[in-house]
C-alpha cells in the first residue's frame, strides 16, 4: 500500500487540526507527507498558534506552494494513499465540490475524487446556510467525506490538545492510520 498522505491547510480557524496530523505522521513509520498551505492558512498559524510557517512546513516531507501545478500531487499517475484537508475552509470546500481546480489545494483534491482515493475535508465553519450544506453534499456524492470539525466529550478531554487530538485521530481514522490519539468508545 502506498503511504504518501497529502495534507493540506486552508484559510479556515483550525489550523492546530493540520498540524496535529503533520506531527502525528511524522512519527509515523514509513509515512510519507505532502503539504499545501493555502495564503490563508500561513496566516492563521502566525494568529492562532506560537508555530512559523517555516517550522510547520519542517514538519512534512514535501512542501509545495498552492500555485504550484507542477507539484507530483496534482497528477492522477501520481499515487497517494489519500489527502486531508484540515481545517477545510468553505472556500475550498466549494472549489472542491465545484470541480474548480484553480488551486493546488483544490487540483489535488480533485485528483483524489477521480482516482478514487479518500479525501476527507474537515470542515470548519459555523453555523452553516444552505450553500454549505449544499457543497458538503456535492462533495460528499462525489466520494469526499465530510468530517466537521466537532470534537467529542465522551473521552473526557482535559485540554484543547486533547480536542485537537480527537479529531486529528478521527481523520487518520478515515485513511486507516494506525494512532493513539484519543481514547475509542468504550475503551
Not at 66 to 77: K, M, Q, R, Y
Request: hydrophobic share 40%.
Amino acid at each position: 500500500m502506498n503511504n504518501e498522505i497529502i495534507i493540506a491547510i486552508s484559510g479556515a480557524s483550525g489550523v492546530q487540526y493540520g498540524i496535529r496530523l503533520l506531527e502525528t505522521l511524522k512519527r509515523t513509520k514509513g509515512i510519507k507527507t505532502h503539504l499545501v498551505l493555502s495564503d490563508s492558512a500561513k496566516q492563521l498559524i502566525g494568529i492562532e498558534t506560537d508555530h512559523l510557517v517555516k517550522d510547520v512546513e519542517e514538519l512534512a516531507d514535501h512542501v509545495y506552494k498552492d500555485d504550484d501545478f507542477t507539484a507530483p500531487i496534482a497528477s492522477g499517475s501520481h499515487r497517494s494513499r489519500g489527502m486531508i484537508v484540515a481545517p477545510c475552509s468553505m472556500k475550498s470546500l466549494a472549489s472542491i465540490a465545484m470541480g474548480m481546480s484553480d488551486t493546488l489545494l483544490s487540483r489535488a483534491a480533485d485528483v483524489c475524487l477521480k482516482e478514487k482515493r479518500p479525501l476527507v475535508l474537515m470542515v470548519r465553519e459555523t453555523p452553516l446556510n444552505l450553500i454549505h450544506i449544499e457543497n458538503m453534499e456535492r462533495a460528499a456524492r462525489a466520494g469526499a467525506s465530510i468530517l466537521p470539525a466537532s470534537p467529542a466529550f465522551y473521552p473526557k478531554p482535559e485540554s484543547i490538545d486533547d480536542m485537537i487530538d480527537f479529531m486529528a485521530g478521527r481523520a487518520l481514522d478515515l485513511l486507516g492510520i494506525e494512532h493513539n490519539l484519543y481514547k475509542r468508545w468504550r475503551e
